[in-house]
């Protein structure tokens, strides 16, 4: 293994803007963590040299009418304190979600036309007290809707300066494609990133979306690299800890959390997180190290954003700036993804 000296910074795509290899994502702020510890989880993640932060306008999550747009509300109060410009803010507008990630100001009605992204921007400035977002990200694609509107629309708050540079997420190839296509042909603002989840556990984006990155000049921001912590081992024995987020909804959940913490824990998942776990101990490794270091190494991806409800979890994720995975640890974590494929379907 490689150790560096200090947190690499990567550039967005084609833009001017750089970022710190690890992404410190906040959707659970307001739900897992008070204001108090989301502000310290701040604190310690930039003092590490962590200066690129995520958040969206619905979060934090699971998503409610009630806490819809808290995070975004206690990051603006933290970045009061803070020298705004030495920071790169991205957030999201929800987009068409079919009930999931919608915002409760927009319900069912929720779009990603011009009318809605103003609305939506303008609420999170708002929340933020900022002028600008440095990266604005279309939360849900809306493969139904014409891309030239939602481009032109965001294109019109670069152009004012509200946004610096523009991003899809939980997008797909035809989608990604469709959008860079439009953006050449009518002049609009490009996606500079997406923002797709990523992990040991789910290699899919290696499918289609990676080449593409590499061709286009996009850059990937995974998000749930640790696979819902399901790689941390946590659920390892069909155990289902408490205060985690699929022990609640494997239990008590409306039943497309069900679906969804199912994706995520599952016989094969399981078993392929106790096979990358004894890799991470051979090489003298927390799991947590292995699984982000293995997902910034990736050469089309800018920065891995990782999420944490207490600060020491934040440790081994801050180590795995100091690591490269050497090709024999890499070779035996393909191994295992080929005798597991796909463990998240």
């Given at each position: 293994?490689?150790?560096?000296?200090?947190?690499?910074?990567?550039?967005?795509?084609?833009?001017?803007?750089?970022?710190?290899?690890?992404?410190?994502?906040?959707?659970?702020?307001g739900t897992q963590c008070d204001k108090s510890q989301s502000f310290r989880i701040l604190d310690k993640a930039v003092d590490a040299g962590?200066?690129?932060l995520d958040t969206a306008e619905v979060y934090p999550v699971p998503p409610t009418?009630?806490?819809?747009?808290?995070?975004?509300?206690?990051?603006?109060?933290?970045?009061?304190?803070?020298?705004?410009?030495?920071?790169?803010i991205a957030s999201k507008i929800a987009g068409p979600a079919h009930g999931w990630f919608n915002p409760p100001v927009r319900g069912d009605k929720a779009a990603i036309d011009r009318h809605q992204i103003r609305q939506a921007i303008e609420g999170s400035l708002r929340r933020m007290q900022t002028d600008y977002i440095d990266l604005y990200q279309i939360h849900w694609p809306d493969h139904g809707m014409r891309a030239e509107d939602t481009l032109a629309a965001l294109d019109e708050l670069v152009a004012e300066g509200k946004v610096r540079v523009t991003g899809t997420s939980n997008e797909d190839a035809y989608g990604l494609m469709k959008s860079l296509w439009t953006s050449d042909r009518?002049?609009?603002?490009?996606?500079?990133?997406?923002?797709?989840?990523?992990?040991?556990?789910?290699?899919?984006f290696e499918d289609e979306l990676a080449e593409v990155c590499r061709r286009e000049h996009v850059s990937l921001l995974p998000y749930s690299p640790l696979a819902g912590g399901v790689l941390t081992g946590k659920y390892n024995g069909a155990q289902y800890p408490e205060g985690a987020r699929f022990s609640s909804y494997l239990q008590n959940g409306e039943p497309r959390q069900k679906a969804m913490a199912e994706r995520?824990?599952?016989?094969?998942?399981?078993?392929a997180t106790e096979k990358f776990i004894a890799i991470a101990e051979e090489v003298g490794m927390d799991i947590v190290t292995l699984a982000t270091a293995w997902s910034k190494q990736h050469d089309y991806v800018a920065s891995t954003i990782v999420g944490?409800?207490?600060?020491?979890?934040l440790d081994p994720i801050i180590a795995a700036s100091n690591v490269l995975l050497?090709?024999?640890t890499l070779k035996k974590i393909d191994q295992v993804s080929q005798d597991i494929p796909y463990p998240m379907g």
């Open positions: 293994m490689r150790h560096d000296k200090y947190m690499q910074q990567n550039r967005l795509g084609k833009s001017g803007i750089v970022v710190s290899e690890i992404c410190l994502g906040t959707m659970t702020f962590i200066d690129f009418s009630k806490l819809a747009g808290l995070t975004e509300e206690w990051l603006g109060e933290w970045l009061k304190t803070k020298s705004r410009d030495s920071l790169i009518c002049g609009l603002t490009r996606y500079d990133t997406i923002q797709n989840n990523f992990s040991l556990n789910n290699r899919r995520f824990v599952n016989d094969r998942s399981v078993a944490v409800s207490q600060e020491d979890q050497d090709n024999d």
